[in-house]
């Protein structure tokens, strides 16, 4: 199994960028997919983006297709997603997830970070 642990969050003024890293200890870290996920104040957890166990594919949420890029560096146990021309409706609390499944839903993965905040200002 894997424990992901986020970072990388804070405050940014609207149009700025943020690079939040996701660490995820545990093995095999490459034989699973990758997602993240936000939970904006008193709003349901949504999906962000995902990725394939091989960095094949990339999903995105149409809310920020253009602006966030996923990646991932499997010889460092770690997924990216870099965000730019950020929005304040972006502002949330982002999970990192990791599951064999994977896919757009919540159901598709087992593990779960404790989350990095993004502030994003107006």
């Known amino acids: 199994q894997v424990q992901p642990v986020e970072s990388g969050g804070g405050l940014v003024q609207a149009g700025g960028s943020l690079l939040l890293s996701c660490l995820a200890s545990g093995r095999p870290f490459g034989s699973y997919a990758m997602g993240w996920f936000r939970q904006a104040p008193g709003k349901e957890r949504e999906f962000v983006a995902a990725?394939?166990?091989?960095?094949?594919?990339?999903y995105y949420a149409d809310s920020v297709k253009g602006r966030f890029t996923i990646s991932r560096y499997n010889a460092k146990n770690t997924v990216y997603l870099q965000m730019n021309s950020l929005k304040p409706e972006d502002t949330a609390v982002y999970y990192c997830a990791a599951g064999r499944e994977g896919g757009l839903g919540q159901v598709g993965y087992d593990y779960w970070g404790r989350g990095t905040q993004v502030t994003v200002s107006s």
């Open positions: 990725i394939t166990w091989n960095g094949g594919s990339t």
